[in-house]
């Protein structure tokens, strides 16, 4: 069975320092990713999508990027963390070409930044 | 561009009655609809879809939704509501196109009282 891996869980950073969270999928060859910020337990901002290895499209202009070095691997990543970068950010996964299906979401990265 | 949305921030209800949240969605074309929830500090969870057929759709966990193209509507509903179903509820919407992204609504709190 497919399942989808998020770290840390939680992480407290400063202003100003850089970040990367990370997300793997098992299980599944290919897959759509997609990286999303959730903002107050509310909706969910879609940042960053892939369709394939080093294929990013980004939805939002702002302070952070994604890469994806590998098949099932997905990265979040800033050079400098601004106060408004925080929330909770969700990795999610989706079979390719198969709009119909749903998406599969790990369970996060709450980000503080002090 | 499509969009969704969930009127109510918030639903209560008593346990063993039953329970609707309410989801209204615009797209191009025809849509896949989607029920995902959230408990707290959490991913999202696939609970239900509609791709085509019958308009009542059953999922995981005893919850339903009902399709009605005409209200472009896609409530979710549950017949009698447990203490473990308070979470947030979020609606989604696809177009039926292979370069079509999910859409999601703000999210509703359902909350059961014993």
């Known amino acids: 069975s497919q399942t989808i891996h998020q770290w840390p869980a939680t992480l407290v950073q400063p202003v100003g320092s850089p970040l990367s969270l990370e997300c793997t999928v098992e299980?599944?060859?290919?897959?759509?990713l997609y990286w999303y910020r959730q903002a107050a337990g509310r909706g969910l901002q879609l940042l960053f999508y892939s369709v394939g290895i080093g294929q990013i499209s980004s939805e939002v202009p702002q302070n952070l990027s994604a890469s994806r070095p590998q098949d099932r691997q997905f990265i979040l990543s800033s050079k400098k963390l601004l106060l408004s970068d925080s929330g909770f950010y969700l990795c999610?996964?989706?079979?390719?070409?198969?709009?119909?299906?749903?998406?599969?979401f790990g369970d996060g990265t709450r980000l503080s930044i002090l | 561009a499509q969009s969704v949305a969930q009127p109510e921030d918030q639903v209560n209800v008593a346990e063993g009655n039953p329970l609707t949240v309410k989801c209204t969605y615009s797209v191009s074309g025809n849509p896949y609809l989607f029920w995902y929830v959230q408990y707290p500090n959490r991913g999202l969870q696939f609970l239900l879809k509609?791709?085509?057929?019958?308009?009542l759709v059953k999922g995981s966990y005893g919850f339903e939704a009902e399709f009605n193209k005409s209200q472009t509507s896609f409530h979710l509903k549950k017949p009698s509501a447990l203490v473990s179903d308070s979470a947030l509820y979020f609606c989604a919407v696809r177009p039926n196109t292979n370069a079509g992204k999910s859409t999601f609504g703000d999210g509703t709190t359902l909350t059961v009282k014993p």
């Open positions: 999610a996964w989706s079979v390719p070409d198969r709009v119909n299906q749903p998406q599969h």
């Open positions: 509609y791709i085509t057929g019958d308009n």
């Open positions: 299980g599944t060859s290919n897959p759509n």
